[in-house]
Every structure is written in C-alpha cells, then in structure tokens.
C-alpha cells in the first residue's frame, strides 16, 4: 500500500513552506481573510486543486479503457464551504464542472467514462465532502 508524505514548516505569520514528496516545493499562507497574504497557495485552494487534479487524471484514464479519442477536457471546482456558529467550517460540497470534447463517440459512453473517473479518483473518494460533477459533453465526428 503507497504512504504519501508531505512536510510543511512554519515561516512566521501566516505564511508556510510545503515540501511534497515529488520534489515540488512552495510556499503557502492562510485566505487573506484569515490574516493570510495574497496571491498564495491556501490550504483551501489546495484542497481544490486535489479534488480536481485527481478526478481529471481519472478521466484520462477511464479515456483510455473505453477507448474514447478524447480532444479535449477543462475543469472547473468549485467548493462550497459551510460555516458554522462557533467558526468551524467544511466543504460541504465540491461541484467539478469538465467540458469535455471527444470524437465519434456517444454521449453515454462519455458519461460512463466520468463516472468511472469519480468513483476511482482517491482524493474524492477520501474526501467527506459531497462531490459532483456536471459535465458538458460535446462530441464531434
């Protein structure tokens, strides 16, 4: 069974370093609504950015099993987060919206592709939140 590690080292303030185990390196902070600084990596927008990135290499994949000529594909997440009386907070739900282009193929095997893409993405299987993708499905011959 893989473990994934990831290091994060605090950098005064609001502010962090991240080291992941593939040798990506950056820093991140807290929402600037949270005292954090802008144009930084949050823990949110990371947390967005697993759910979506997962999902889309999922995507590829299950392209692949069902032999789709996949043209295209963009994704856009959006995470809505509750919040609650004594300040804590979740995403209560994460909506991925793909725009999906592909040859000579039909629509429902498109949408099987995307559920296949769903149901084997760890991130949105390991996730609380609901997730639920809305596709826009365009085929061409």
Request: charged share 25%; proline share 5%; aromatic share 10%.
């Amino acid at each position: 069974m893989p473990i994934y590690t990831n290091k994060v080292v605090w950098k005064g303030e609001h502010l962090g370093y991240t080291y992941c185990e593939n040798g990506t390196e950056m820093e991140f902070s807290a929402p600037p609504a949270l005292y954090g600084h802008p144009n930084m990596m949050t823990p949110e927008d990371a947390f967005m950015m697993a759910v979506n990135t997962c999902v889309h290499m999922m995507v590829i994949w299950a392209a692949e099993r069902l032999q789709l000529d996949l043209v295209a594909f963009e994704c856009v997440a959006e995470g809505e987060v509750e919040e609650f009386i004594d300040r804590t907070s979740w995403f209560k739900k994460v909506v991925l919206k793909p725009r999906v282009t592909v040859r000579g193929a039909s629509r429902k095997k498109v949408e099987r592709a995307l559920e296949m893409a769903r149901k084997y993405s760890t991130i949105a299987e390991s996730v609380k939140s609901e997730v639920v993708i809305q596709p826009e499905i365009e085929i061409i011959e």
